[in-house]
Each structure stands twice: as structure tokens, then as C-alpha cells.
């Protein structure tokens, strides 16, 4: 009963204090004791572990300078004098191409002229006046490797074969290619030029950024059509994408002072390698690629 009375009074002090204009009174704030922080969650990464190399004693092989990257991260997972200077023929090319992919769209008209069929001995057989799109050409330097074609490229990119090679010497510096010098779009031997087998590799990873040039490398055969309706089937020299299924090309190359050279690669059960091999036999250069690619993925 006191309780039920105590409490009347005091809403009836509360209202006469409205009534009065008076405000009630504050009642001292109860201090709380401010929450504990709430601990940051611990994340837990994974520690970045290297994949083992394989376990299988390395391959002997022919090719004076060799090296095979893994294509997604670049690391070195094999070399045999990687920075040995050497003439490097149509591997080269590959740097051609990624030169006429960065100059503008593939899809530009390239007409030629009578200086840009006089090459040997590679040749597609393109004639002055007759007009291509750069995509068209690009296909058959990959595939064919024609030194026609390769000078008509340079041409039309940079107005000149010389501005073209000041160009190729730019872009493998912006690739980090420092340890190369080139004279000319094709490979065909010249004093002072020269590459390595790391150098190549870097430029092989770098070209297979882009599915145009993936599809065009991995092409075993195709019909090549000119202006006039002629066809001529164009066969890729690479003899390793007959021999493993999982090889996805690159570029030959042969010069008598380079010595068979080859850029293969390869994807295999979620790895993916290029491998480089230069200065090698007629005999070996398939046999060291192919020894290469499978010590690499199988």
C-alpha cells in the first residue's frame, strides 16, 4: 500500500512541475561501463608454396640453349645457358606480330608493295597490289613463318623496314627482352643481331596473352586466300602438335647460323609451360621439345 502511494505522489509532483512550466528534474545518468571491443576476426592465409619441380632427373638434350618458364608465373623451371647470345631465325617473329597487335586494329587493310616480296627463301607468295588485312597476314607469318609477309607487316606499321626494327627493339625493352638486338622482322641472318633463350621465352609468354595469336600458333594446317580467289593451304612446320596432344605450338625457326630453333608450349592438368630451344639439329629439335614439354607437365 506505502509503494502504491509513493508512486501517486510522484506522478502527481511530475505533472504539477509541467503544469508550473517547470522542467522535471534530471535524474544523475547511472555510469555504464563502456562494451568490450569486439576482437578483429583473425583471417588465416594460405602460405604461397611453390609447386615442387619434378622429381624425374632432367633431360639431356641437343639444343645449345634451352629454357622452359612456367607460362602463368614465369618462373625458370629449367635452362641450359639461357643468356648465351645467339641468332634466334624465325622465332623472332613472334615479336613481329606483337609489334603489328600493339600498332593498331587487326583489322586494317594492308596493300603490297614490289621491295616487300623480295625475301627468301619462306614466302607465302604475296604479290605487289594485292591488298590483305594485317589479321590475315599475322596468321600466316605464325604459321607459314613467310618472310613475304613478315616485310609487308613492317612496312605498313611503321612506314619503313628500318622504323619497323627500331620498333621491335623498343617494345622487347618494354618486355624485358634486355639482353637482344634485332636488324630485321624475319630472323633472316644478320651481323648484330641476336637474342637468348630467356629472352624468347619472355617474349613466347607475353604474345600468348592474346587468343588471337593462342589460336593462330596452335593451327596445324589451313586455306590461305588471295585477292584473285587462289587458295593454298598453309601447313605449320611444328611437328611437335602432331606429337602430343596437349602441346598448343609456337614458332619454328632455321637459319644455318641459328641451327634448328623451336618455342613450344603446352597445358596439362592445370600447368601450363613454354619451352625454348635453340641451336639445336634437324634431327633433335623434336625430340628435344617434345623431352622438354613432357619432363615439364607428365
Known amino acids: 500500500m506505502k509503494s502504491r502511494e509513493l508512486l501517486i505522489a510522484s506522478i502527481a509532483a511530475l505533472l504539477a512541475a509541467c503544469s508550473a512550466g517547470q522542467a522535471p528534474p534530471i535524474q544523475p545518468a547511472v555510469p555504464v561501463a563502456p562494451a568490450a571491443p569486439t576482437p578483429e576476426p583473425v583471417i588465416v592465409r594460405p602460405t604461397a608454396v611453390r609447386p615442387p619441380l619434378p622429381s624425374v632427373t632432367t633431360p639431356t638434350i641437343k639444343a645449345e640453349s634451352a629454357v622452359v618458364i612456367d607460362t602463368i608465373t614465369g618462373r625458370i623451371l629449367y635452362q641450359k645457358n639461357p643468356r648465351s647470345q645467339r641468332a634466334v631465325a624465325s622465332t623472332q617473329k613472334l615479336l613481329t606480330a606483337l609489334c603489328v597487335l600493339r600498332a593498331g586494329p587487326l583489322a586494317d587493310p594492308v596493300t603490297v608493295e614490289a621491295p616487300d616480296t623480295k625475301v627468301e627463301p619462306s614466302k607465302v607468295y604475296i604479290k605487289e597490289g594485292e591488298t590483305y588485312s594485317r589479321r590475315d597476314l599475322v596468321k600466316a607469318l605464325l604459321v607459314k613463318s613467310g618472310n613475304d609477309v613478315a616485310k609487308a ?6 612506314g619503313s623496314e628500318a622504323a619497323f626494327v627500331n620498333l621491335m627493339n623498343n617494345t622487347a625493352r618494354s618486355i624485358g627482352m634486355t639482353q637482344s638486338q634485332f636488324k630485321n622482322p624475319h630472323g633472316l641472318t644478320e651481323e648484330g643481331q641476336y637474342s637468348t633463350a630467356i629472352d624468347i621465352a619472355l617474349l613466347a609468354r607475353e604474345v600468348t596473352k592474346t587468343p ?10 589451313y586455306t590461305f586466300t588471295y585477292p584473285d580467289g587462289r587458295t593454298k593451304t598453309l601447313t605449320n612446320t611444328n611437328q611437335v602438335l602432331a606429337r602430343l596432344d596437349y602441346c598448343t605450338g ?10 634448328r630453333c623451336l618455342v613450344s608450349s ?16 634437324t634431327a633433335e ?14
Open 212 to 221: 588471337y595469336f593462342r589460336e593462330c600458333m596452335k593451327t596445324k594446317s
Open 153 to 158: 607487316l613492317a612496312r605498313d606499321v611503321a
Open 266 to 281: 603446352g597445358v596439362l592438368n592445370g600447368k601450363a609451360v613454354i619451352a625454348v630451344a635453340l641451336g639445336s639439329t
Open 285 to 298: 629439335i623434336w625430340n628435344d621439345s617434345e623431352k622438354l614439354l613432357k619432363w615439364a607437365l607428365e
Open 250 to 259: 609456337m614458332k619454328t625457326g632455321y637459319t644455318k647460323a641459328a641451327g
